[in-house]
T-cell receptor, first 116, second 110 residues
Framework: DVKVTQSSRYLVKRTGEKVFLECVQD?????MFWYRQDPGLGLRLIYFSYDVKMKEKGDIPEGYSVSREKKERFSLILESASTNQTSMYLC???????????????FGPGTRLTVL | GIQVEQSPPDLILQEGANSTLRCNFSDSVNNLQWFHQNPWGQLINLFYIPSGTKQNGRLSATTVATERYSLLYISSSQTTDSGVYFCAVERRYNFNKFYFGSGTKLNVKP
């Protein structure tokens, strides 16, 4: 069965702390994504990666960085957390585009981050 | 980017009722998906439907790509259908970048 896991369901951090959010998928997917979800705004793409050590900025990359050292793991890093980064963070993975039903994204359970 | 608008933003149904959710998008797309987010936050793909019609049990979806909209039909709704429904599109020639609508929050009452 398809599985995407995230390191924490709930996380509380202080302003200025460095925060690591980890995501692991077991489907051998090439693509991995980080989104944040805020009320009324849907999901917004922060970064995505289409291969190991490859990354591209999404729509809201400011204040974030990512790391993909292994195919199955994609990390989101908040270099210096701020209160406006309080949000739900969702990781997803998908296979390389082929124009088939297998191109769907599979999501992890999410991490609700609160920055105080 | 591409604009994705979903309507209605909120919907309350009595169990057993039918409903239609709409997704409008502003540009040509490679890929359109419907997702359901359950009350615990988990997003599950319902349909991959860049064009045409698909059915899965009580749910069906239709995308008219030339007119840039998609519809999700829920028939004989159940309380387990509650949650938020998202439409997400992948813009043509812009692979891997998905744009989500702001969702339709559905509450099915027993």
């Amino acid at each position: 069965d398809v599985k995407v896991t995230q390191s924490s369901r709930y996380l509380v951090k202080r302003t200025g702390e460095k925060v690591f959010l980890e995501c692991v998928q077991d489907m051998d997917h090439e693509n991995m994504f980080w989104y944040r979800q805020d009320p009324g705004l849907g999901l917004r793409l922060i970064y995505f990666s289409y291969d190991v050590k490859m990354k591209e900025k999404g729509d809201i990359p400011e204040g974030y960085s990512v790391s993909r050292e292994k195919k199955e793991r994609f990390s989101l890093i908040l270099e210096s957390a701020s209160t406006n980064q309080t949000s739900m963070y969702l990781c997803a993975s998908s296979p390389y585009p082929s124009g088939s039903t297998a191109d769907t994204q599979y999501f992890g359970p999410g991490t609700r981050l609160t920055v105080l | 980017g591409i604009q994705v608008e979903q309507s209605p933003p909120d919907l309350i149904l009595q169990e057993g009722a039918n409903s239609t959710l709409r997704c409008n998008f502003s540009d040509s797309v490679n890929n359109l998906q419907w997702f359901h987010q359950n009350p615990w936050g988990q997003l599950i793909n319902l349909f991959y439907i860049p064009s045409g019609t698909k059915q899965n049990g009580r749910l069906s979806a239709t995308t008219v790509a030339t007119e840039r909209y998609s519809l999700l039909y829920i028939s004989s709704s159940q309380t387990t259908d509650s949650g938020v429904y998202f439409c997400a599109v992948e813009r043509r020639y812009n692979f891997n970048k998905f744009y989500f609508g702001s969702g339709t929050k559905l509450n099915v009452k027993p």
